[in-house]
């Protein structure tokens, strides 16, 4: 096969793909089912928690961690469930990721919580954030698995999950203070 009809059928396949994904939304996913409800919750509820009790005297901070765990978060998902480790079967929007509520909402407005509480507080910002992760990964995660939300392949687990969560977490909060040093500085 040549270059151009390797791009010719890497088109044809994302498009049946996109269909075939599109088809199974209408079907399993769509406005009349309980798991799209789900999935629209996971999105909209922690975005309105997060407007009610976000800290506006330091809202840049805040949002620029909660916004480097949706990104790695992101990212981290996309490469999980295009190699199917962790799938998420059900979702709002069939052609945006299939994890968006989850990604884009749901941990990162629940990471950016924990930081903002334990920097205000003067607690233990590690020691919170790995307790949120071990809720996530090993009672919200397996509630999904439960529900038949979520389905781990190839050896993925709650553990693998929880690790996941934290080297995000720690990752952003690195990238968070560092910002704040430069500002310092």
């Not at 009672?139 to 979520?150: K, M, Q, R, T, W």
Request: zero cysteines.
């Amino acid at each position: 096969m040549d270059f151009q009809q390797y791009w010719e059928n890497i088109y044809d396949t994302s498009e049946k793909l996109n269909s075939l994904l599109l088809d199974y939304w209408r079907e399993y996913s769509y406005f009349d089912d309980w798991q799209f409800w789900v999935a629209v919750g996971f999105l909209v509820v922690p975005l309105i928690l997060l407007f009610f009790f976000v800290d506006r005297k330091r809202i840049f901070e805040v949002l620029f961690y909660g916004y480097s765990v949706h990104i790695l978060w992101n990212y981290t998902d996309t490469l999980l469930g295009s190699s199917n480790y962790f799938v998420h079967k059900y979702f709002a929007f069939p052609l945006l990721p299939y994890a968006l509520s989850l990604t884009s909402s749901f941990l990162p407005v629940g990471f950016l919580l924990v930081y903002q509480f334990s920097t205000n507080h003067n607690k233990n910002v590690y020691f919170y954030t790995i307790l949120f992760a071990a809720i996530f990964a090993f009672i919200l995660a397996p509630l999904e698995s439960v529900f038949g939300l979520i389905d781990l392949h190839y050896g993925m687990n709650y553990f693998y999950i929880f690790l996941i969560d934290i080297v995000i977490a720690f990752l952003a909060l690195w990238l968070t203070k560092f910002i704040l040093s430069l500002r310092h500085n």
